[in-house]
């Protein structure tokens, strides 16, 4: 299958679509790295169901406290993110580290990574996050599992 004009170049590893992380051609914006579910709502703030909102608040209460899991307002650069504004990261390895130990829980509930090419004026860049406008219709350029897009666990929570 190939990738529809002006899409990022893809290429195949261990079966996962990944989005290379060069420029192409004519095409700009930020890549951005995305943990969310079918209904492309996040782990933080999703009540799907009452599993799926038992496991945001497990990760609240795991990432909150001296961390190094920031929420948004507390995050360094994200000053005027709005009720517009989804999170995600500036790359797999950010997202990875972000989530470590809840990969396996993240899977088993339903969440993916999705990539998202974001025009740069719609994007906040924090330490550790970015939160970017996902606008009407705008879908995930790819989306796949993730623990094979972003590895396995190295610690357990």
Not at 41 to 49: I, T
Not at 81 to 107: M, Y
Not at 116 to 125: A, I, N, T
């Amino acid at each position: 299958m190939g990738a529809p004009p002006g899409a990022p170049s893809v290429t195949a590893v261990s079966k996962v679509w990944f989005v290379s992380e060069r420029r192409t051609e004519g095409v700009t914006g930020m890549l951005v790295y995305r943990v969310e579910d079918s209904n492309d709502k996040g782990p933080y703030n999703n009540d799907a169901n009452e599993a799926v909102e038992s496991l945001g608040w497990e990760l609240q209460e795991a990432h909150n406290h001296g961390s190094g899991h920031p929420g948004p307002r507390h995050e360094r650069g994200l000053r005027g993110f709005t009720e517009s504004h989804v999170f995600g990261f500036a790359s797999r390895s950010e997202a990875a580290q972000w989530f470590d130990g809840w990969l396996g829980k993240l899977a088993a509930h339903g969440y993916r990574l999705a990539v998202y090419r974001v025009p740069p004026r719609d994007v906040l860049r924090g330490s550790n996050q970015v939160a970017f406008i996902r606008r009407l219709g705008h879908k995930p350029i790819v989306s796949c599992d993730i623990r094979s897009a972003l590895g396995a666990d190295t610690r357990e929570v």
